[in-house]
């Protein structure tokens, strides 16, 4: 009688401690089938797809009509969208952090504003205000200035839809600064633009690089809001992201997976080194 | 004499840097203020002005078309099922990623990030070739009758692609942060893995998660380039908000885009403030 | 009710680095024994094997007559205390000290009765609503002990429940804890690295060092009758002098220490000296007891130390009531006569020190 309720006993532990196993590995082959699965996956058939033949239909691509142009206007507004929100990024960062003013938290809950509402939407608002519906649209247009299907209206497209990246990588490495050494270097006499300059400047640069990098890789591959404001005139406000869309469109998807796979490379390329910065940064914290 | 006006000179001074700190301030944050309306409020005002420009009552207009609250209906199906399932798998792999020590876990690591380095036009375009003819997966769902592409399955498979770091990237360093010991002593107390991680470890992460699932939400609520690619815009059947307002758009029915565009931003704002809400929750507990 | 625990041939190997190596030991029921040892001894490790939180490499473990070794930390029903007492963040104090109740579906007016019966114990009846964050430290921990006792476990582990206060909370605590132990009477197994700790609340002590066991025994013992030099070293202060073997004694300056064994001339051996084992006296001249310079005088109140340079350049340290100093002055030549002695040999080679044979306790001979 004892015996046979030990034996049990010993039958119950021993699959304890293999049940206990198999829960550890079915929880980390869930997860890798799932990274592998969801992400690892399209990421290769696209490369496979688009240099499967060499580099011929990366050729055919770049012969399309406008593809080159496209590259470049892409690169080119991503690399304006990342200067000039990392200026006015980092302003607004360090307005919110060292700043007390009336709407502060309003002024905060506004720069996340682009992190909820749908690319489609941004640019459906752009044309509402700058379209030739709008008055402001004419008086512009009036004075020389076109924001809707021009290249303008791609740069304030990227600019909305990238405004929170480098606030947000700002806010927390200043909130983080201890301001006794701005107070030290105000004591021997420092400006406050000075004090900046010399001691808040240095210590957030990483931030400012990582939060400039993740918005031009963004920028690179913004759909939504380009598509609607730029009127994807072909040689003029194409971009790359529209374009593979165009070539996917007409059933060339080798071609339109040649061009992804650069713009790809670039951009994965750029978030490398954004997730290299910041972890080192981690590293160098005390 | 001559003392009491060097002090008087010194407070003028004084007064003067202060004042001209309190200008440089306000200069500041006017800038600010400046940039985020030019990029931000005028134009949502301008798609309010836009939108009620027939008239307030004919706002209401384009919902009492049929396409349009199938399209609505669609967005809020494909939303629920990305949320679902990139929430679910979200915290296992956050778990595994911050609990476990294997060989590859930087690798994983960096490629829960991959997202947010492809277009989403990229995505649908791989959806395609996963998926349309002459895709690796075709034979296998056309044998059974079963259709992904310019149907269900492929939007929400795009949606959830889109989506997967948001939960991830939130529920990570709040892990990492309570550590193992409250886990450990409610398995000292009897607590099963299953009671634990229900009792103990998802109300301590509750915040962090539900902050990733706002984020996530309004990702798969805003999604266009993927499901644009994907869906073959056939209308009433698979035709997203978004996808509706593009398609209104491209047919000039500028009046009905404007008005769901609206709509959309009025949802948005409202998961903003759950976003900054929850935002302000999870510092509140990084604090005590 | 309460069972003893037992473990043989304990060790733990993480990748290269071996933690534990080789433990064995008793816990007797009822009774309150202390892993003693300094941090990285490898004590907290053997604990958590015992609670399950960790596998053995190798070894098992028994819990009264049962096998626990390959059980999970939910079968083995034993109550754990954490150093920083890992109290549910998000429970009351209530909901903690009733969480391993609730977990095993004890009838909801059990469980009841139960947290008010352990809340009375750890006296903390007033507190059940509160956060653990609007606690101090002793409370929590306070807390910790009634949530881990809920459960009536068997067994008691302390993973060195006090190592986080401050001194003043340590003792109180300390004193609580005996004073619970004689009235509760659970097996009691305390991880620390607190020698007053393990002296003043175990009835045997397990001494650890880098992984292994240097020597189990009673308080007293350990103190006392240091195995190794290790312990002789850690437990209690000590004076450590160099010396050599000659002829059946170990040679420091002027002072022979007897040795059991037959250990061969010319080995080098360390000898440990309690402070308050060393005699001072004024110098009489001639032959005698050794002499030393006074180097030192440290008064504190009616204690004095002294540090005395003996004949070799060695120092030791004597600790004795102030007025036997009183025609004492520093450079003064005195007499040392030490009361008690242990030696260890070192070995030239890796300056182990194994003891020098059973019963190396002498007196200097004068």
Known sequence: ?286 | MSAGAGVRRKHDRARMRRGRGVAVRGALVTVCVLYLAVLLLAPLGGIVWQARKPGWSALGDPFTRSDVVHAFWLTAIIALITVAVTTAFGVIVAWVLIRHRFRGRALLNGLVDLPFALSPVTVGLACVLLFGRGGWFHEFFAARGIQIIFALPSMVLVTIFISIPFTIREVQPVLEEIGTEEEDAARTLGASVLQTFFRVTLPNIRWGLLYGIALSAARAIGEIGAVLVVSGLIQGRTETATLYIYRAMEERKTASAYAVALTLAGVSILILAAIEWLKHKRTREDEA | MSEPIRVQDLTKRFGDFEAVRDVTFTAEAGSITALLGPSGSGKSTVLRMIAGLETPTRGRIWLGDEEQTHKSVQERRVGFVFQHYALFRHMTVWENVRFGLAVRRMPKREQRARVEELLDLVQLGPFRDRYPEQLSGGQRQRVALARALAPRPNVLLLDEPFGALDARVRQDLRRWLDDLHRELGVTSLLVTHDQDEALELANKVVVMHEGRIEQVGTPNEIYHEPATAFVAGFVGSANVLRGQVVAGHVQVGEHRVPIANDVADGIDAQVFVRPHDVRVGASAGGAGPARATVERIVTLGWLSRVALRLGDGQVITAELPSDELSDVGLGDEVTVRVRRARAFRTSDALGVAEPAGAGARGRSDA
């Open chain 1, 1 to 286: 009688m004892a015996s046979a309720a030990h034996a049990v006993e010993r039958r119950w532990s021993l699959s304890s401690r293999t049940a206990a196993r198999l829960r550890h590995w079915s929880l980390r082959t869930a997860a890798v089938a799932y990274l592998l699965l969801m992400i690892a996956l399209p990421a290769a058939v696209v490369i496979h797809k688009g240099f499967a033949r060499g580099l011929g239909d990366l050729r055919a691509a770049l012969a399309y009509p406008g593809a080159t142009g496209a590259i470049w206007l892409t690169l080119a507004t991503s690399t304006a969208a990342a200067a000039i929100n990392a200026v006015f990024g980092t302003l607004i960062a360090f307005v919110l952090v060292r700043f007390r003013f009336p709407g502060r938290r309003l002024l905060g809950a506004l720069v996340d504003l682009p992190l909820a509402i749908p690319t489609l939407v941004t640019g459906v608002m752009l044309v509402a205000l700058y379209g030739p519906n709008s008055p402001i649209g004419r008086t512009l247009e009036g004075v020389g200035i076109q924001v809707v299907f021009a290249q303008l209206g791609i740069l304030l497209a990227l600019l909305v839809v990238t405004l929170p990246f480098v606030v947000r990588a700002v806010q927390p490495v200043l909130l983080e600064l201890d301001p006794v050494e701005e107070e030290a270097a105000r004591t021997l006499g420092a400006s406050g633009w000075t004090t900046f300059r010399r001691i808040v400047l240095p210590a957030i640069r990483p931030a400012i690089a990582a939060g400039a990098l993740l918005v031009f890789a963004r920028s690179l591959g913004e759909f939504g809001s380009v598509v609607i404001v730029s009127g994807n005139i072909t040689g003029r406000t194409l971009t790359a992201p529209v374009l593979i869309f165009q070539l996917a469109s007409q059933f060339k998807p080798e071609q339109a997976a040649a061009v992804a796979s650069v713009l790809f490379a670039i951009s994965f390329g750029t978030v490398l080194i954004t997730t290299r910065l910041t972890r080192a940064r981690k590293a160098e914290a005390p």
